[in-house]
């Protein structure tokens, strides 16, 4: 706690010397820790997504969703440039950072044919309804939970890129190949779940305009109203989880490489599991209003992780 105590002390006092002038601006971003910095970046998100609440369409709260991708992937190239500019670059961000520009043109790519750039989702719908569209509790929760709370749990995330960073340009071994081998997997697979999704959606729509069967889906599971196949068979938000496990694994890819189980950087994904949990369980009472058999779905298949023993099994025909 100490340690932690005078870690920000200092940060603090750069920042004071960079605000009154004493230290220029590219003096304290190479003195300073690269998270400090981080946090400099996430302030101008809060700043924006704050004035995108309230101008233009009112009230309008998805510009976090729509910079979801780009925030996270900045912190890591901010991370890059720290060291590359001190002369102790990190191989092991270097290797993340294809992948992670990957994740994150598909999660935009994903965003965008939802509609989520050009509309809202419809989950913001139901929480202004839930604030009875009062503009005194849509200012406040505008501040603290959409301008504030997210742009900081999304930098959060990265948090554990702060051990990979500290580890600079230290040899590689297998333990760095094997998480970063795991680090793609885990890419690839919520990939995969997305497409499922996708490919369920566009299945449905096409038998309520057409009345046309896509061949591997039945009738009873396109009436249904949502994906049961696939990773779906086993975990109602498999992309969910999925997610959480691409920071979880930096996290102890960090651990491993510090030789410290338990760091500063738990942090992050702790507010992400928090995070995740939270929006699914939200996201369930959207959908349990929606479909009614959701909720025999919802008894035989977990939220996230999956088990043995708890998967969907599709009912016979009669």
């Keep these: 706690m100490a340690i932690l ?68 992937l900045s912190c890591t190239v901010n991370y890059i440039l720290h060291g590359y500019l001190n002369g102790n670059i990190s191989y092991r961000l270097l290797l993340i950072l294809p992948f992670q520009a990957i994740w994150a043109y598909h999660l935009a790519e994903l965003f965008a044919r939802r509609g989520g750039y050009s509309g809202e989702d419809h989950r913001w719908a139901k929480v202004k309804a839930s604030m009875n569209h009062d503009p005194v ?28 960073w500290e580890a600079g340009s230290s040899s590689l071994n297998f333990g760095d190949y094997a998480f970063l081998s795991l680090y793609i997997g885990l890419i690839g697979f919520e990939y995969l779940c997305d497409k499922y999704q996708q490919d369920y959606q566009v299945a449905k729509a096409k038998y309520k305009e057409t009345g046309e069967m896509t061949s591997g889906y039945s009738q009873a599971q396109l009436e249904r109203g949502f994906c049961t196949v696939g990773p779906f068979a086993y975990s109602r938000h498999p992309a969910f989880f999925t997610e959480q496990l691409i920071w979880v694994s930096l996290y102890f890819w960090g651990a491993y490489v510090s030789k410290k189980l338990i760091n500063w950087t738990v942090i992050g994904p702790l507010v992400m599991v928090i995070f ?43």
């Excluded at 603290?144 to 948090?159: A, E, G, K």
């Excluded at 929006?279 to 919802?298: D, G, N, V």
């Design 137 to 164: 509790k849509l200012f406040f929760f505008s501040i603290f939970f959409v301008s504030i709370y997210q742009p900081l749990m999304l930098i959060n995330n990265t948090m554990p890129e702060c051990m990979l």
């Design 276 to 318: 995740i949990v939270s929006s699914s369980r939200f996201t369930e009472l959207i959908s349990a209003e929606r479909y009614p058999a959701y909720k025999q779905y919802r008894a035989h298949v977990r939220m996230l992780v999956p088990l043995p023993g708890k998967r969907w099994i599709e009912p016979k025909a009669d």
């Design 5 to 72: 105590a005078s870690f920000v002390f200092s940060e603090w006092e750069l920042v004071k010397a960079c605000l009154s002038g004493d230290i220029a601006f590219y003096d304290f971003y190479l003195t300073s820790h690269p998270f400090t910095s981080t946090l400099w970046i996430t302030f101008g998100f809060m700043v924006i997504t704050f004035i995108s609440c309230h101008i233009g369409k009112k009230n309008d709260f998805t510009l976090v969703d729509k910079l979801w991708p780009a925030i996270s």
